[in-house]
Nanobody
Framework: QVQPVESGGGLVQAGGSLRLSCAPS????????VGWFRQAPGKERESVAA????????YVADSVKGRFAVSRDNAKNTVYLQMNSLKPEDTAVYYC??????????????????WGQGTQVTVSS
């Protein structure tokens, strides 16, 4: 079993940057796709970014395109979400998810088997 663990969240002013990290406890996840999702209070969970196992394909949601970037370093067994030019509407709990289910796009939450506990990102105006 792979258990993703997120880190790097916190409080930042609008326009600032944060980098979230996702590393697994348990098995390495070098052969898994990894997705970042977020959920703000009173809103549904949404896909933010995702990356396939070898980094050859990525997805970034339109709402964060040009500001967020996803990358992975399999040698370090870590996936990153670099968040720049943060806005108050980016405030949410950010989750890392790992999966190998077939038949799903990398953005679809149905394609993920294991979910982290989440890390809070708060952007003040």
């Amino acid at each position: 079993q792979v258990q993703p663990v997120e880190s790097g969240g916190g409080l930042v002013q609008a326009g600032g940057s944060l980098r979230l990290s996702c590393a697994p406890s348990g098995r390495p996840f070098s052969t898994y796709r990894v997705g970042w999702f977020r959920q703000a209070p009173g809103k549904e969970r949404e896909s933010v970014a995702a990356i396939v196992w070898n980094g050859g394909s990525t997805y970034v949601a339109d709402s964060v395109k040009g500001r967020f970037a996803v990358s992975r370093d399999n040698a370090k067994n870590t996936v990153y979400l670099q968040m720049n030019s943060l806005k108050p509407e980016d405030t949410a709990v950010y989750y890392c998810a790992v999966g190998r289910r077939l038949g799903y796009t990398i953005a679809a939450d149905g394609g993920y088997d294991y979910w982290g506990q989440g890390t809070q990102v708060t952007v003040s105006s």
